[in-house]
């Protein structure tokens, strides 16, 4: 029986994650202010530099946003010329969503730092560490990431 005064290894290990994920999510927030912009940015541009061509339905269900939440993040985005919407090749009434030049180097900015992090971190924990980091990152992330990932392909194979 677990004492209730005495943290547990998961304890530990939750809040071992929790610093990660400030360190991770802090290397990219000073760029963010700068820009006068937060996570909200940050996790759109993400997206469609994997992603590009998403509908912002698509988006929205990939963040677990929705379309009133998505909005003003969106739209400043769009404003300040680093997404912008294009007819689908297939379907012109779907909107696609794609980063432009300035927006793809904001992304690249942002992940430059957080990209630093973790390849230090997978470099100091080796290749098993890091490959057991990823699987165990996959049932973590659930058939969410089983769906957004099929969906990227599918999206990848359009003509």
């Not at 980063?99 to 924990?125: C, M, N, P, V, W």
């Not at 098993?128 to 990932?149: I, S, V």
Request: proline letters at 5%.
């Amino acid at each position: 029986m677990l004492d209730p005064n005495r943290p547990d290894a998961f304890d530990r290990d939750f809040t071992l994650f929790y610093f990660a994920y400030r360190a991770f999510t802090g290397a990219a927030d000073e760029a963010l202010t700068e820009q006068g912009m937060g996570r909200a940015h940050h996790r759109i541009l993400t997206f469609l530099a994997y992603s590009p061509g998403m509908s912002v339905g698509e988006l929205c269900q990939a963040l677990q946003l929705t379309k009133q939440a998505i909005n003003g993040p969106l739209r400043k985005l769009t404003d300040e010329r680093m997404v912008h919407m294009t007819p689908g090749a297939r379907d012109r009434r779907r909107k696609e969503l794609h980063l432009t030049e300035s927006g793809a180097d904001l992304e690249r900015k942002l992940h430059e730092r957080q990209r630093a992090l973790f390849a230090a971190a997978l470099e100091e924990a080796g290749p098993e560490a890091a490959e057991g980091w990823r699987r165990m990152l996959g049932p973590l992330a659930g058939r969410e990431w089983e769906r957004f990932t099929a969906s990227v392909a599918e999206r990848q194979a359009r003509p």
